[in-house]
Structures are given as C-alpha cells and as structure tokens.
C-alpha cells in the first residue's frame, strides 16, 4: 500500500527539474543581493545537479530487474 504523500519516480524526476529552474530563475533575480543568498541557491543548485539522470537510471534499472524479457537489445 502506497502512502498518501509518495508519487512514483517519473513525478519524483520532474519535480526536481522543476526546482532546479526555479533555483536558477531565483538566482537571476538576486543580482546585486548580497553574496550569501547568491551562495546558498547556488549550493542547492549544487546538490540536485544529475539527480535526475540518477533517478531515470535507477528507474531503468528497476523495470530490467522487473521485466527482464522486455530488455531492449541496444
């Protein structure tokens, strides 16, 4: 039984492209702000930078151990 609170890894993928833009569109904005703010959005944008290819990796390898007869050859 799923909890109320989680959604699969494909909404998960895109919910951290969408705070990735949001973190670049607030860094844009905070020109000539003082360098903490700038440092700090910048960190963030750190931390989630290739989490999203990470987590379409980690999803295709869940569906090869799952369906391992739907592999594609490549």
């Not at 109320?4 to 492209?17: E, T």
């Not at 569109?25 to 905070?30: F, P, S």
């Not at 000539?32 to 987590?55: F, Y």
Request: charge should be negative; glycine fraction near 6%; hydrophobic fraction near 40%.
């Amino acid at each position: 039984m799923r909890q109320k609170n989680v959604m699969d890894i494909g909404c998960a993928q895109c919910r951290v492209k969408e705070a990735q833009a949001v973190l670049s569109m607030w860094l844009e904005v905070t020109r000539g702000t003082d360098d903490t703010q700038k440092n700090m959005i910048g960190a963030l944008i750190s931390l989630l930078d290739g989490v999203p290819q990470s987590m379409e990796e980690a999803e295709g390898a869940l569906l090869d151990y799952e369906f391992p007869h739907h592999r594609s050859e490549s």
